[in-house]
């Protein structure tokens, strides 16, 4: 674990590596979370942060990670590899700090401002089909109304959620299966011109010690009206 310096200064410890044609680029600094989160989520962070920019340099958002992610899984898992499924849907699985208006993978456009990350599960019903090929979601929350680590049930996770956007549905990221993930962040271009920033986390599975990798998309929106 990289521990958060004293200095207000934002130290590059780890670059990532966009692809080479790439719309994103992605570094790992180090940054304490933002104050704007309350105190028993803040301390679940990791003080370094993925800074993510467009290919003109301009500042797309700043993602924390969770420091360690907790599983549901068995022991037998830790080596074999841990997927979305894995964990416990609404677990808090990081932050993130947009720095102007940013438009989510439903069309919906968030306000600048930081946001926790709950994981979530597209609901399988008739008003989703088709919409996202993948069915994890971190669903966006602000920080302000997010105040305590705890799990949620589905109902109050979309309410709380939804109050980041201005469509009365929850703010989302659509997550890509990560299955193999490098040891440094990297951004990487999906089908349909979507990119995502793939980056791996310390997990735990059956009391051992694991990792998992995480694929957020960060450009893009479905293909569904």
């Not at 990670?65 to 609404?90: F, N, V």
């Not at 019903?125 to 305590?148: E, R, S, V, W």
């Not at 920033?197 to 479905?222: C, D, E, W």
Request: aromatic share 6%; net charge neutral; glycine share 8%.
């Amino acid at each position: 674990m990289i521990r958060s310096t004293p200095s207000a200064a934002i130290i590059v410890v780890l670059a990532g590596r966009a692809a080479a044609d790439g719309k994103l680029v992605v570094k790992a600094e180090a940054a304490p979370p933002p104050q704007d989160l309350a105190g028993p989520v803040r301390g679940l962070l990791d003080a370094t942060a993925l800074s993510v920019s467009d290919d003109q340099g301009k500042l797309v958002c700043t993602i924390w990670p969770r420091k360690e992610l907790p599983s549901k899984a068995g022991a037998d898992k830790a080596k074999s590899g841990l997927t979305y499924g894995d964990l416990d849907e609404s677990l808090i699985v990081g932050a993130v700090r947009f720095p102007q208006v940013w438009t989510d993978y439903r069309k919906q456009k968030i306000q600048p401002g930081v946001y926790t990350l709950r994981l979530g599960k597209q609901p399988m019903d008739g008003d989703h089909m088709g919409t996202a090929p993948y069915d994890d979601f971190c669903l966006i929350c602000p920080a302000k109304q997010d105040t305590k680590p705890d799990l949620l049930d589905t109902k109050p996770l979309h309410e709380l959620s939804s109050q980041s956007t201005t469509r009365k549905h929850p703010g989302v990221m659509l997550l890509f299966p990560n299955p193999m993930p490098a040891e440094a962040p990297v951004a990487e271009g999906k089908p349909n011109d979507v990119w995502v920033v793939s980056y791996k986390r310390p997990a735990t599975a059956g009391g051992q010690k694991a990792a998992m990798g995480f694929s957020l998309v960060v450009i893009g929106q479905s293909m569904a009206e």
